[in-house]
């Protein structure tokens, strides 16, 4: 079966006053469908860049990226919004909630975008909202949750669309250890449903939940080896 | 994204800075309330002003000699222009030549004071027919009889006058019976008029009405009218009337050309019409200046906007990110500003409502006056849309700059 993330020899070079930063100086690696990927390495290595890639927020200066068998030239710009509206999931460091929107209709938004009706819009985020464990936090707005709550609104968000895949980005960068072990749980446990994951990590042990590590060096790939022991805690729903 | 999720979006955005959302439409909302204002009361003026001349008559017809006036420095020409005779009244009265012609009555204005006994008054003196002048308006003398007919054919020298007039000059002593002097001749006093104040173009009270054949030839010394009335058989009758009158007096006057004619008809419908024009051009000029505080007004909305754009970066990368296309993201600031300001325009148009009905009530009240409370549909259906246009001409910089953000920019900004 192909690949869903295929990247080959990608380049990244930013030029700012005539200065250029190279980000990424080539990078290869193989998502399958269904895999749990952890990209790790320190800041500035280009893992983010990556990623903006990979979501298909950035182009490749150089090399080729496939998703799903698409690589981001062949559209154009509100084609674009919707393969990222369709095909990916992302959860964020800083969660990036609607402060003042309730938690429902932050769920609803990719909903909103792919233009489903209002009714089937409630349906979908209520079913998504008690996969992450917050059905009785509807009305909520982001500012009356905890941290690791809010990141659970973010991830119902990234799902609600049932993407090809998910990526995030350094999702317990902000939370404290428990809350940060409740939100790698439930990517355990997304894994398990079928999800294919693709995360953001400079931290080791949460990079261990993940089947395969890559790390990233200098913009380049210094190791890609398989996890053969993840993290895996029995899941406490709730 | 469906356009009511978009607008439900823009709504919640504005209702999030209500202070913010308030104070920014306040311009808007001034401007608004102005034009609904000027034009409602615009409106008002202009029922009462035709009320007053319709009360006049509309089959009544005015000749006079020279040229229309087209300018201010044409009016000289009207004052002494003698192309109006006696022998024209003579050739309009015969009915083959304006067989719909009711009563004709010439007319002259006196320069001039009149004086008793040492008290001297300086009103408006006519030459006219007092009976008719008194049936077309409606007023009847409080004491004394109108001059007749009889005594314009003899050049009698008698007057009416009006209250005020008599007050001046006699106070509350009698003045029936009495004579008063005009040029240095003795007039007689026939008739006097009630108090009435403004009828139409004239103040009743300060009057001075005495046959026209008298003023010509005893005070004047000319032949020719500076007015002559004209009433046709009916207001349906006018239209072909004129036209009578157009073309007996061009006979007349050996005129060939309609470009020549050395006199003009106005009709009541002409003034109507003239009126119309004067407040319409007054209304229009007034909006005018309010547009400037419009302009200023949907500056500060787009500032506002632009201010708005920069604060949600991070909403707008996000948004970008869950699958918003640009024209979502224009759409949504779009709307947001257009509904911005129509809201303005909304509350405009109430509070400009409003200090109409008050304004009309004061008018009622306190002046007596028979204003008419009218806000023109053409009022509101302008202002929202001006309101409107402000919102998109003002809110689409602000809008394409949030649409043109980099997804990546916008998430990365703090």
Partial sequence: MRPIIEVKNVKKTYFNDEVETHALRGVSFDVKQGEFVAIMGPSGSGKSTLLHILGFLDHPTKGKYRLDGKSIDQFDEPELAWVRNQKIGFVFQMFNLLNRTTVIDNVKLPLAYAGIKNGEQDELAKIALEKVGLSHRLDHTPSQLSGGEQQRVAIARALINEPSVIFADEPTGNLDTKSGNQIMDIFSRLHDEGHTIVLITHEPYIARFAQRIINIKDGLIASNKTNHKPIKKPISRR | MRFRDTLKTSLTGLKTNKMQSALTILGIVISIAAIIMIMSIGAGAQDLILQEISGFGSDIIVIRPGKEPKGPSDIGD???????????IEALKKKSNVPELEHIVPGVLVPGSVSYEGETYRPTIFGYDAEFIGSALNIYPEEGQYFTEQDIEMNAKVVVIGSKVKEELFGSAEALGEYIKIKGKNFKVVAILPQKGQVSFFNVDEVVLLPYTTAQSQLLGIDYFQ??????????AVEKTVRDIELTLREMHNITDPEDDDFYVLTMEG????????????????????????????????????????????????????????QDILLQFLLESVSLTVIGGAVGIIIGGSLSMIVTIVLQKFFALNWIFTIPLISIILGLSVAAAVGVVFGLYPARKASQKSPIEALRFE
């Fill in chain 2, 78 to 88: 009207t004052l002494f222009s003698d192309s109006l005779t006696k022998k024209d």
């Fill in chain 2, 271 to 326: 003034t109507v019409q003239q009126i119309k024009n004067i407040l319409q051009s007054l209304t229009i000029l007034l909006s005018s200046v309010v547009a400037i505080a419009l302009v200023v007004g949907g500056i500060g909305v787009m500032n506002i906007m632009l201010v708005s754009v920069t604060e949600r970066t991070h909403e707008i990368g996000l948004r970008k990110a869950v699958g918003a296309t640009n």
């Fill in chain 2, 227 to 236: 007015e002559v009335l004209v009433i046709a058989t009916s207001p349906e």
